[in-house]
């Protein structure tokens, strides 16, 4: 079985070592960068599957970068960063990652969540489904190909996130059923939430930007106060 590339980016060379050692022993394989140029370079060339992806850099900075990788490509992209304030956070879930990690990071968590990201990756890719009426759902306006995994609305592609997809999909296709951030987020990340953590909100806010007309006065997905969020046929 062919091993699964890691691209790690950061400007730090201690850094870069430390992922690619305790990676590699997993069997990755892994390439280096240590700057955004050098890493959308890399991206270009080589059939990356997972990036780790370093927030300040000089030159193209980290969110910029990651910015420029969801242009065109929807792998999976765990951020780190020494800062530690939720706004970064926030800042960089808003931007297109998939997870956030602070510096210092245990190179074990690290590792487990390069793991977990794959997995849900290929499961996204690979995930297929039996023939029926129910291959497109349609929900408001918007049409949602489980064989494709392609949302349209009017004719107009929308261009998901696997994370963003997988959001609107677990929504619809339990129609009027409510879903705490807790739920979606056990649901859809396989891990155990948290309190504060605000990763679902963040997902939630970008996922209405891109289906909502008015993501302020959103139709599709609604929010029911103190509860949770639900879709409505």
């Known amino acids: ?19 690619e050692i305790c990676l590699s022993q997993e069997g990755y394989e892994v390439y280096t960068a240590d ?12 059939p990356i599957d997972l990036v780790i992806l370093d927030i300040m850099m000089p030159g193209i900075d980290g969110l910029e970068t990651c910015r420029l990788i969801r242009m065109d490509r929807n ?21 297109g990652a998939d997870d956030y990690m602070t510096k210092p990071f245990n190179t074990a968590e690290l590792t487990a969540r390069v793991k977990s990201q794959l997995r849900r990756h290929l499961h996204f890719n690979l995930r297929t489904y039996e023939k029926s009426e129910e291959d497109v759902l349609q929900i408001k306006g918007l049409f949602i190909n489980k064989k494709n995994h ?9 261009s998901l996130t696997p994370t963003e997809y997988e959001i609107l999909l677990l929504l619809a296709s339990n129609p009027g059923a ?6 979606i987020f056990e649901q859809i990340w396989k891990e155990k939430y948290y309190e504060s953590n605000n990763t679902v909100m963040v997902h939630m806010w970008r996922l209405r930007e891109k ?4 993501p302020k006065e959103p139709k599709v997905i609604e929010t029911v106060w103190g509860v949770g969020y639900k879709i409505e046929r």
Do not use: H, W, Y
């Open 150 to 158: 392609s949302v349209t609305n009017c004719s107009r592609k929308i």
């Open 211 to 214: 289906i909502e007309d008015n």
């Open 1 to 19: 079985m062919e091993k699964q590339k890691i691209l790690v980016i950061d400007d730090s060379e201690e850094i870069r070592k430390l992922i």
């Open 75 to 95: 792998l999976p992209i765990i951020m780190l960063s020494a800062k530690s304030q939720d706004v970064d956070k926030v800042l960089g879930l808003t931007i």
């Open 35 to 46: 700057s955004g140029v050098e890493g959308l370079d890399l991206l270009g060339r080589i």
């Open 178 to 183: 409510v879903f705490n951030a807790e739920k």
